[in-house]
């Protein structure tokens, strides 16, 4: 007989590996720490989580739900496409600086999922999407005129974590070294134009 499912330990579990990655890395977390905080033994957690890996990719996709809906309560419908593409990426900078372990969780530490169905790749990629269909209306208003929006897309993301990384590591010029918008200012001038606003 199969046990009865705990969903408010789930829940729980998921509270506290993430405030566990509001202050350390990934690989300073493990399941005995979380299930001591829980109240409960490993093997009460292994249940529901056979592994490591398999806490964190659950927690993988609540981070980008989160990102996702954050970023779109930042974006003003009745704006150019352009300037919501600047609130995105403004946004999306914001999230990473203000929670960095959570989004080299999402960023760096656990590899792509190749084998994810529509609705999953839909979920997986929800920020690019929305990024891409951004920049498609960007081209219908004449605004910019990208070659492929999806390798826009993924340099863009790419060089947004290139900046939060050698930010938060002090890899800047030390001049960038209290504020990072700046830099994230400067990277949207250069790839959007002049599209006005500010780091959240």
């Given at each position: 007989m199969s046990k009865p499912a705990n969903p408010d330990l789930v829940r729980r579990v998921l509270e506290i590996a993430l405030e566990e990655l509001g202050s350390k890395p990934p690989e300073k977390i493990n399941m005995r720490l979380i299930a001591q905080?829980?109240?409960?033994?490993?093997?009460?957690?292994?249940?529901?989580?056979p592994?490591?890996?398999?806490?964190f990719e659950r927690i993988k996709f609540e981070a980008m739900d989160e990102l996702e809906a954050r970023v779109?309560?930042?974006q003003d419908p009745?704006?150019?496409?352009?300037?919501?593409?600047?609130?995105?990426?403004?946004?999306?900078?914001a999230w990473c600086l203000e929670r960095p372990h959570l989004a080299s969780l999402l960023m760096d530490e656990l590899p792509?999922?190749?084998?994810?169905d529509e609705?999953?790749?839909?979920r997986y990629y929800a920020l690019s999407f929305r990024a891409r269909d951004l920049l498609a209306?960007?081209?219908?208003?004449?605004?910019?005129?990208?070659?492929?929006?999806?390798l826009e897309v993924s340099l863009a993301q790419a060089a947004i974590w290139?900046?939060?990384?050698?930010?938060?590591?002090?890899?800047?010029?030390?001049?960038?070294w209290d504020s990072a918008e700046p830099l994230v200012d400067r990277f949207i001038e250069l790839c959007l134009g002049d599209a006005k606003g500010a780091i959240a």
């Amino acid at each position: 007989m199969s046990k009865p499912a705990n969903p408010d330990l789930v829940r729980r579990v998921l509270e506290i590996a993430l405030e566990e990655l509001g202050s350390k890395p990934p690989e300073k977390i493990n399941m005995r720490l979380i299930a001591q905080r829980a109240g409960v033994s490993p093997t009460a957690i292994y249940y529901y989580f056979p592994s490591k890996e398999a806490l964190f990719e659950r927690i993988k996709f609540e981070a980008m739900d989160e990102l996702e809906a954050r970023v779109a309560a930042a974006q003003d419908p009745g704006a150019k496409a352009r300037e919501r593409l600047a609130a995105l990426i403004r946004e999306f900078a914001a999230w990473c600086l203000e929670r960095p372990h959570l989004a080299s969780l999402l960023m760096d530490e656990l590899p792509a999922r190749t084998d994810l169905d529509e609705e999953g790749m839909g979920r997986y990629y929800a920020l690019s999407f929305r990024a891409r269909d951004l920049l498609a209306e960007a081209v219908a208003e004449g605004s910019l005129a990208p070659r492929n929006l999806l390798l826009e897309v993924s340099l863009a993301q790419a060089a947004i974590w290139g900046i939060v990384t050698l930010f938060l590591n002090k890899r800047v010029h030390p001049d960038y070294w209290d504020s990072a918008e700046p830099l994230v200012d400067r990277f949207i001038e250069l790839c959007l134009g002049d599209a006005k606003g500010a780091i959240a």
